[in-house]
């Protein structure tokens, strides 16, 4: 086939990226149906296969917008509706309502409507108590509703709590669920600044997060977690995991986030993270899952009637995009005290943009029962309050079913129920009743509800909520055996949390916790430490260090550190100036608690213990300086240098932080490192080069050019010193005539080439490519264009010349294959490399009938075993990037059970158009810094003025001060736009195949 020109291999991939966004609409605010009726409403559904919906109730029962559903003990459906949001006109009377919604007859129709209470105005959450009580979350206050004399109808009204935020209507305090431990857990937005008084203390959250209410003793607990910016629904999983979903997008695990953290001093509501801005993607709080999806309301199943295969899914309203989702939780290997969502094929789309599932609740039948606001305008931002599209007239609740499949059995449960039946009820399978039994035992006095439980110890795990739902301690109960499962194990440590305040001994048996073989346990064992007010509560939480640790533990440990501030930081104004327990800390756990820290009281500290540094063990020193070199001032990095001298990890640590930062030039560095160049180790010597370099010594130069061009010096020290005289404003010339030299090795030719290019990056462009031919492996290709690659002019000059003269098609395809297998994309550059071979095939803008005519063929004639040989080819880089059976690489998803869970059509969106559903932690970002460097990579922490990039490429991981960095933008996915181009169709068909049969082989 004939190699198309470069610009029409551009326009292709141009076209495409335009054509993605305009693909995109907008359904924040849409134009009303024509046909507001139900039947018609339910005709624009989808239904996955195997299901259907009936409309369980609508507006003619006085539903409209309906806002949260939830179920009694008797089977009867709970609607909280309002109709004057987003905000009642002046004079209006507004007459919010609950609604009991009862099926009489068994046909799946509510056919008996009952006002239980009314008068509410924009209430947003609601859960029921105890027999006849509904909590409700009604602006600024949390009320208790009573029906006192049986007749469905409330009668009294308690405030609970009041002083809740009420700064964003639909952000204030909502989507209440019970925990396992018995806590009434609730919301609340980004703009809701919450100051709450209780009988035991004044208790406040600014911002987002989420409560913990205590019912029997009423005390609140609140927790700020950054992001989800307005979370809008919680589950749990079967060992009491909370999986968290949110409005602003993004399914959240909690659990790491249930640490109180202090306000920033001198900063009133502040908390810690947020001055920092450690509130990112995939930093240690949200789940991966396939883009970053918006929702209200999660449920989590597991009864006779929804298939089992489905059980213990994650299904969430997705009110913004008209449908109803599903993920299957799987193992994070990346995060292993986590877990990621795989999305599945969804339950329910609609091209009705009115439809609007807010809350999804499965009921006693197994069924599930989906909440629809009904409303072609959703939010206040994007509409006037008074927008005549808004719809309050019209509200939905639809049920949804297996196919010719019994529902589940149901019998109504009550109060008045042996005790014993309760308990069997809630310590089952069945989560709905289980449900409903829990809450039903938790408003019996207490011997009752733990009747005959001492001697059962088949219900250990009941047993221990109950203890915990009503804040009696029973660490006999939080022992988990040798056999018990982790869950089980992690949720013990859970509640030894709950007690942190009534059980001396707790921070001994958190301390076995602490080292535990799974990561899940670890973790809960942090957040159970960060409640402990005594100081020695951090020293157990830093010994999580001494396991391996992922984002999610680093997101806990970092939060615990500021939660037991209080408690430790007051040591540190002993007599002995907090040296005893600042040494009593492992180096590396001191490093951390500084580094988290990052007080200036801490650092003073630190200062303290250097001045008898001699003193000091060489593993306390080293990790004492790399803080204060990096978080102190010239003082900290003089003394470095003199240290240096005697321990080159100290002047390393020095070179690096001060490659990353521009750093004064310290008084007296001069003269320090022109005696380590000419007397030094080698180490030292090489530490020195670096910061010459990185501080623009001049007077320098001529030491680093005398090492730098011996060549019998050693090789790390040349590629160094060359590396130096390049930040020093040396002639291109020298590096010209260095890269030119047949005999010099390979490392001796990159350092000068990186020197010309941080220079001369056109330059250097240009000489790279002239030279690309003789680059004979992938190793020292990678090497060749890292330094390219992190410079604009650089990347274009040499595809400019390549594309004028062109290099040999086998060095094209090995340049194209380590691109590709590093997660570099630069779209210029693919269709140059991609020319120079031969294209097979052209990048199509995005058309659904030419992904279904393309899944039609793989389903008829593709072929799996010559797809595994497509992914496994060098040019298609597939596994350089993805693991399957854990061979392959890590830049992408795994792929094991890839087609379990994702059809045809979306796989063959993922490989032709990889940007248009990234995959929640695999979004790329790009940095453009001050001097001019750009870097890609993922972004992996963002935390005291810095960020942490992951660059795959150079296989580092390096930190970078905000203030350095120019500009930054999310790249989108590392997989390259127009990988396709060399397939042919055929292999195209055949790689898919091979993907869509992961996960289905038994």
């Known amino acids: 086939m004939k190699a198309l020109p470069l610009l029409i291999v551009l326009a292709l991939l141009t076209t495409h990226v335009g054509a993605q966004k305009n693909e995109r609409k907008s359904i924040s605010v849409g134009e009303p149906p024509t046909d507001h009726s139900p039947a018609a409403e339910l005709a624009s559904f989808k239904v996955l296969d195997g299901f ?28 909280l509706q309002t109709s004057a949001y987003p905000q009642p006109a002046p004079g209006e009377l507004v007459n919010d309502k609950v609604i009991i919604l009862e099926d009489t007859n068994g046909d799946g129709r509510a056919d008996k409507q009952t006002v239980w209470a009314d008068g509410l105005r924009m209430p947003m959450g609601m859960e029921l108590g105890s027999p006849g009580q509904l909590y409700v979350g009604e602006g600024e ?49 980004l703009h809701c600044y919450s100051r709450v008084t209780t009988a035991w203390g004044v208790k406040q959250l600014y911002g987002a997060g989420f409560w913990r209410f205590w019912p029997h003793s009423r005390k609140l607990e609140s927790y700020p977690t ?10 749990f999983t079967q060992w009491g995991q909370p999986v968290m979903v949110a409005g602003a997008a993004g399914m959240f695990w909690a659990r790491p986030k249930e640490v109180s953290v202090p306000e920033v001093p001198g900063q009133h509501g502040i908390p810690y993270f947020l001055l920092s801005r450690f509130m990112m993607p995939n930093s240690g709080q949200i789940i991966k899952t396939s883009g970053l999806r918006k929702y209200c309301g999660v449920d989590i199943p597991l009864n006779a009637h929804w298939p089992n295969e489905m059980c213990n899914e994650v299904v969430a309203g997705g009110f913004f995009e008209n449908a109803v989702y599903r993920y299957k939780l799987t193992a994070d290997k990346e995060n292993p005290s986590a877990f990621e969502a795989i999305e599945q094929p969804p339950l329910i789309t609609s091209d009705n943009v009115a439809f609007r599932p807010v809350d999804v609740r499965f009921g006693p039948d197994g069924a599930l029962y989906i909440a629809d606001w009904y409303n072609p305008i959703i939010g206040h931002y994007q509409a006037s309050f008074r927008h005549p599209n808004r719809d309050k007239g019209h509200g939905r609740i639809w049920r949804m079913t297996v196919k010719d499949k019994a529902s589940a059995r149901f019998t109504p449960l009550s109060a008045q129920m042996k005790t014993t039946e309760l308990q069997e009820i809630a310590a089952g399978t069945d989560r709905w009743p289980a449900y409903q039994a829990m809450r039903l035992l938790r408003s019996l006095p207490w011997t009752e509800a733990i009747q005959g ?37 992690a949720y013990t440590t859970h509640a030894l949390g709950n007690w942190a305040g009534q059980m001396p001994e707790v921070l001994a048996k958190l301390e076995q916790r602490i080292g535990d073989e799974s990561a899940l346990v670890r973790l809960e064992a942090i957040v159970a430490c960060a409640k402990v007010h005594k100081p020695e509560a951090i020293k157990v939480a830093l010994m999580a260090l001494d396991r391996p640790m992922d984002s999610f533990l680093d997101r806990a440990l970092w939060l615990a550190v500021h939660a037991t501030a209080p408690q430790w930081k007051p040591l540190l104004q002993r007599d002995d100036g907090g040296t005893s327990f600042l040494q009593s800390l492992p180096a590396h756990h001191l490093v951390y608690l500084m580094e988290k820290d990052g007080s200036a009281e801490l650092l003073g500290m630190a200062r303290g213990m250097m001045i008898k540094w001699e003193t000091l063990s060489p593993e306390l020193l080293i990790a004492l300086n790399k803080v204060l070199v990096s978080r102190g001032g010239p003082e900290d990095r003089l003394r470095a240098l003199h240290i240096g001298r005697t321990h080159p990890a100290v002047l390393n640590d020095l070179a690096t932080v001060t490659a990353q930062r521009r750093f004064a030039v310290p008084e007296g560095a001069e003269a320090i490192l022109e005696t380590l160049l ?3 180790g080698g180490d030292a010597r090489i530490a020195a080069c670096r910061l010459a370099g990185a501080w623009k010594l001049k007077s320098l130069a001529d030491a680093l050019r005398e090492s730098g061009l011996d060549a019998q010096e050693a090789m790390p020290l040349r590629q160094a010193a060359i590396e130096g005289l390049g930040k020093l404003g040396e002639s291109p010339e020298t590096f010209t005539a260095l890269m030119e030299k047949g005999q010099e090795p390979w490392p001796v030719r990159i350092a000068a080439l990186t020197a010309l290019t941080g220079g001369k990056a056109a330059q250097g462009g240009l000489k790279a490519a002239a030279m690309l031919d003789q680059v004979k492996d992938e190793k020292t290709m990678q090497a060749w264009l890292n330094p390219l690659l992190a410079r604009a002019a650089a990347v274009q000059a040499f595809a400019a010349s390549l594309d004028k003269n062109p290099c040999k098609p086998e060095t094209a395809k090995l340049a194209l294959t380590t691109l590709t297998m590093k997660g570099r994309s630069d779209a210029t550059l693919t269709a140059v490399l991609s020319q120079i071979i031969g294209v097979k095939n052209v990048q199509p803008v995005y058309n659904p009938a030419w992904v279904q005519t393309l899944a039609a063929e793989v389903k008829s004639n593709g072929d799996a075993a010559r797809g595994k040989a497509v992914f496994s080819s060098p040019l298609a880089g597939c596994v350089a990037c993805h693991q399957i059976g854990k061979q392959g690489g890590i830049i992408g998803p795994e792929l094991d059970a890839v087609g379990r869970g994702v059809p045809v059509e979306l796989l063959i969106e993922a490989v032709v158009w990889p940007n248009r559903q990234i995959k929640e932690g695999y979004v790329a970002t790009t940095l453009t810094m001050k001097d001019g460097r750009t870097l890609q990579g993922y972004r992996t922490a963002e935390d005291n003025g810095e960020l942490e990039l992951k660059d795959f490429l150079a296989g580092t991981l390096t930190r970078f001060p905000l203030t350095e960095i120019k500009d930054r933008q999310e790249a989108g996915s590392l997989m390259p736009e127009g990988l396709i181009v060399n397939l042919t169709r055929e292999e195209l068909r055949d790689l898919v195949a091979y993907l869509s049969s992961l996960g289905n082989t038994p």
């Open 52 to 79: 259907e919906v009936n409309l369980f109730a609508d507006e003619s029962q006085g539903i409209a917008n309906a806002l949260a559903i939830r179920w009694d003990e008797k089977g009867r459906l709970w609607c």
């Open 141 to 189: 206050k949390l009320l208790l509703l009573t029906d006192t004399d049986g007749d469905d109808r409330a009668d009294q009204t308690e405030v609970i709590l009041s002083g809740f935020g009420t700064a964003d209507t639909h952000q204030n305090l909502n989507s209440f669920i019970w925990s396992p431990d018995g806590t009434l857990v609730m919301h609340q937005g």
């Open 226 to 235: 950054g992001m989800p910016l307005n979370a809008w629904g919680t589950a």
């Open 453 to 489: 439980l001492t001697n059962d110890h088949s219900k250990q795990f009941l047993h221990l909520q109950l203890h915990e739902a009503y804040e009696r301690p029973a660490p006999e109960l939080a022992v988990p055996g040798d056999t018990a499962e982790e869950g089980f194990k």
């Open 678 to 680: 000419k007397t030094g």
